[in-house]
């Protein structure tokens, strides 16, 4: 009997057994996170940038590639690399994060990308705002959503599909909504969407769609498998669920001292310690961070790095801490500007998505 794709494809399911499966350790030996230290950076280097990619990474000439713009537009449009790059030119450093960061700690488990905290990463991202695009090509009044296509093709679930989502109009048209061609001032990576990807700025990572390949203006919402199927919070499988859309507010800390290899537990000498980390948020502003050196039972203020002017990025918090013998459990915690925070255990939904519950890290202070 031929095989149909229904059975090559895993089906959607959640896991209730605490060890990872073959098929998550195969997608997380792909898909890499950033090594918590490299939080450090205010740009993460090329290579300690996070990766998520559903498909194969397509190998893409690009002097054959081409940009395809149409649709509901009145000069639809063909784009080789070199056009884009006359048009107006504009950086900006964008935190990236998947939205299953965090999943593999759900109980039960989403069986996906096993993501513990470590799926985000900060870079200067170069190109043309995608609304310069959109403008050249006379976006119809009647339009709603603008759909992109990556040069990737896979299955999943039993769809055979290319990689496709869009963003309602009025996102698409954000001044610093850009096709990017450069990543850290270097043409993108292959692993990274060469040689054109969108970057969404405060948005989860699966809107930011990479081996950009074709934009299709849109009457109606689109209905594709990354929009519809995909990326929703749902508890049941049948249920229609709200779309991911914004990145939820989270704080990291670079985990202090040094590991043990295997066990990944922290190690300190009894003193003064300054401790650091990271906080975003894609919607409003993270106005607050909060450290805990006691589990969770009490919080202190960290110092969080003033406004820099880089609005979609990270910002770093500092925490002067008197590490005493014995061990510790260290966590810090982010608040916006509208009093969204983090929770202590995450409300489940069946994609471990948007998840931002509170880290916890063990620290071993050694005696005197
Ligand atoms: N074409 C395409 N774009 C894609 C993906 C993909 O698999 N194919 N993965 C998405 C997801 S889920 C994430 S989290 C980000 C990751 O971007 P990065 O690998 O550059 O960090 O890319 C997004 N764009
Ligand atoms: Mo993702």
């Known amino acids: ?47 300690l940038h996070y990766l998520l990619i559903h498909y194969d990474i397509p190998v893409i000439d690009p002097a054959e590639w081409r940009l395809e713009v149409g649709g509901l537009v009145s000069r639809p449009a063909t ?61 119809d009044p009647g339009a709603v959503e603008v759909v992109f296509t990556g040069a990737d093709h896979g299955v999943e679930r039993g769809v055979e599909q290319d990689y496709q989502r869009s963003l309602p109009l009025s996102e698409a048209m954000r001044e610093e909504v850009l096709l990017a061609y450069e990543m850290n001032g270097a043409p993108l990576a292959p692993q990274h969407g060469f040689p054109l990807r969108l970057v969404v700025p405060g948005w ?16 109606e919402p689109f209905t594709g ?17 709200d779309p991911v859309t914004r990145i939820s507010p989270r704080a990291l800390l670079v985990p202090p001292g040094f590991p043990d290899f295997m066990s990944r537990t922290r190690v300190v000498r009894p003193g003064p310690l300054t401790i650091e980390g990271r906080a975003w948020s894609g919607g409003d502003a993270v106005e607050r961070v909060e450290v805990s050196v006691d589990g969770g039972r009490s919080w202190s203020p960290a110092v969080l790095a003033a406004p820099d002017g880089h609005r979609w990025a990270w910002r770093r918090f500092t ?21 969204l925070s983090q929770p202590e255990t995450q409300a489940w939904n069946r994609g471990g998505f948007a998840n931002n519950a509170i880290q916890r890290v063990a620290v071993a202070c050694l005696g005197a």
């Open 79 to 139: 784009f080789g690399l070199a056009d884009l790059k006359e048009l107006p030119r504009r950086t900006v450093r964008v935190t990236m994060e998947c939205a299953g960061n965090g999943r593999a700690r759900l109980a039960p488990r989403p069986v996906s990308q096993p993501w513990l905290v470590e799926a985000v990463g900060t870079a200067e991202w170069t190109g043309v705002p995608l609304r310069e695009v959109l403008a050249a090509a006379g976006v």
């Open 319 to 339: 925490f002067d801490w008197h590490a005493e013998p014995g061990m510790h459990v260290l966590s810090a915690r982010a608040t916006t500007a509208g009093g």
């Open 204 to 219: 989860y990572g699966m809107a930011h769609v990479k081996w950009l390949r074709d934009i299709e203006v849109l009457r």
């Open 225 to 241: 498998y990354q929009q519809s199927v995909a990326y929703r919070l749902r508890r049941q499988p049948d249920e229609p669920g």
């Open 1 to 47: 009997m031929d095989p149909t794709l229904a059975e090559i494809s895993l089906p959607g399911r959640v896991e209730d057994t605490d060890g990872i499966s073959a098929e998550e350790l195969a997608l997380a030996a792909r898909n890499h996170g950033i090594p918590l230290e490299a939080l450090r950076y205010d740009v993460t280097p090329l290579g």
